[in-house]
Structure formats: structure tokens, C-alpha cells
């Protein structure tokens, strides 16, 4: 009777802090879960440069190729800049707007 008393003093804790670090886990997950509008939301919000560059790129059904003979730059150069891998100067970033049809301003507004 006594052992199993100890026992029972030994593990209680255990088995409570086991049961307590169960809770904590579920409750993190459900809070992730309930949180996935508010992270898709921030995604679809939060675009780079490349990214905006590539889709008006795409949109105006233009290969990295032509964008490039356009600009008088490498294809590997456009390639970085829809990468995020470097930026385009500012000169470039002119030309781009003006051939995607577009001011500046509107341009630099789609990235967040």
C-alpha cells in the first residue's frame, strides 16, 4: 500500500504535466487553424516587386526574352528581377512601367 502511494506521488506530476503540454499543443492548433483567412489574406497582400513585374509580364502574354530585347538588358537580368534576386535601376523600372502600359506610381502601388 505504501509503494503504491509513492507511486502514485511520483507520477501524478508526470502524467499532469504530460496532460497540460496536451492542452497547450491542441490549443496552439486550433488558434493556427481559425488563423488561416487571416495568413492567406496576408499573403495574397504582400507582393514583391518580381512578383508584380512577372504578372504583367504574363498578363500581356510577353516572354522574359522580349522584355528583355525591349529594354536592351539580358533575359537573365529580367529573370532577377521577377526572382527578387535584384531590383531593377530606375531607369529600367520606368521602362518596364511604359511598356506594360502603366504609370510608375501604379506600378510601385501593387507592391506591398
Do not use: C
Not at 495568413?39 to 518580381?50: I, P, V
Request: glycine share 6%; aromatic share 8%; net charge positive.
Amino acid at each position: 500500500m505504501f509503494s503504491t502511494l509513492i507511486l502514485v506521488l511520483v507520477y501524478l506530476p508526470g502524467f499532469a504535466l504530460f496532460g497540460y503540454l496536451i492542452y497547450l499543443v491542441i490549443r496552439a492548433l486550433r488558434k493556427y487553424i481559425r488563423s488561416e483567412p487571416a495568413r492567406k489574406e496576408r499573403e495574397e497582400q504582400a507582393r514583391s516587386l518580381g512578383e508584380v513585374l512577372k504578372s504583367h509580364r504574363i498578363a500581356r502574354s510577353m516572354t522574359q526574352e522580349f522584355v528583355a530585347e525591349a529594354l536592351g538588358v539580358s533575359r537573365q537580368a529580367v529573370s532577377k528581377w521577377e526572382s527578387g534576386r535584384s531590383d531593377p535601376s530606375t531607369t529600367n523600372l520606368l521602362a518596364l512601367a511604359k511598356l506594360y502600359g502603366l504609370s510608375p506610381e501604379e506600378l510601385l502601388q501593387e507592391v506591398q
